[in-house]
């Protein structure tokens, strides 16, 4: 159990449009999502927190209007880059966690979506 | 906020032999400690955790050590496989409100066959 998905697993576009990530919990309900970012050999650094059903919390220095998050179920939140740029280019990263009980704090991680902005 | 240390940032092992990484973090507050192993081009595993309750915990080949007192956790890999090799974080957070993982700078574990 506790499957997390991300889709798609890899996409290239052009400077200045949009993309869309999804991040899915398949067999369990997750009451809070995460969204990562992992340059090149380095490690996760954590954008922002979602909470089904409210607005997303945002780490200092990342920038809401450009990364919008939607946790519109406890099986689901997406990630969309904004008028993305070459230097948006990363690997992302959804965790998500049950938030019940002793193992509120335990998150599982989908396997990561390589964005490559020309 | 929290602060998590990791060493060393690179470390090859002969396989069969043993392998220590070790993590400090600064918050006496947090009370939970994964790890996880990152493979290339693919989301971290968990692989092992520990709660503060504990001061041990071991899984086959893996084991974790915490030591409350010093503020610093470290992850014990034995009699090791080429499949080892990985890059491994460890991580903190606190239950108490706040969820968040802070991430150790990672460490790129190589098994030499």
């Known amino acids: 159990g506790a499957v997390v998905s991300q889709h798609p697993s890899r996409v290239i576009c052009k400077s200045g449009t949009s993309v869309k990530i999804e991040c899915r919990s398949l067999?369990?309900?997750?009451?809070?999502m995460f969204w990562y970012r992992q340059f090149p050999k380095q490690s996760l650094m954590l954008m922002a927190t979602?909470?089904?059903?409210?607005?997303?919390?945002?780490e200092q220095g990342v920038e809401k209007d450009k990364f919008l998050i939607n946790h519109a179920s406890l099986t689901l939140s997406t990630l969309t880059v904004t008028s993305a740029h070459p230097e948006d280019s990363s690997f992302y990263i959804c965790?998500?966690?049950?938030?019940?009980?002793?193992?509120?704090?335990?998150?599982?991680f989908g396997p990561g979506t390589r964005l490559t902005v020309l | 906020g929290e602060n998590v240390e990791q060493h060393p940032s690179t470390l090859s092992v002969q396989e069969g032999d043993s392998a220590v990484i070790k993590c400090t973090y600064s918050?006496?507050?947090?009370?939970?400690f994964p790890w996880y192993k990152q493979e290339l081009g693919k989301g971290p595993q968990l692989i092992i955790d520990?709660?503060?309750?504990?001061g041990e915990k071991k899984d086959q080949r893996i084991a974790v050590t915490l030591n409350k007192t010093a503020k610093h956790f470290s992850l014990h890999i034995t009699e090791t496989q080429p499949e080892d090799s990985a890059v491994y974080f460890c991580?903190?957070?606190?239950?108490?409100?706040?969820?968040?993982?802070?991430f150790g700078t990672g460490t790129r574990l190589t098994i030499i066959p």
């Open positions: 991580a903190a957070s606190s239950s108490f409100g706040n969820e968040k993982l802070t």
């Open positions: 520990i709660r503060s309750n504990v």
């Open positions: 067999d369990f309900q997750a009451t809070t």
């Open positions: 965790s998500a966690a049950r938030g019940a009980g002793g193992s509120r704090d335990e998150q599982f």
């Open positions: 979602s909470n089904e059903g409210s607005k997303a919390t945002y």
């Open positions: 918050d006496s507050a947090s009370n939970y």
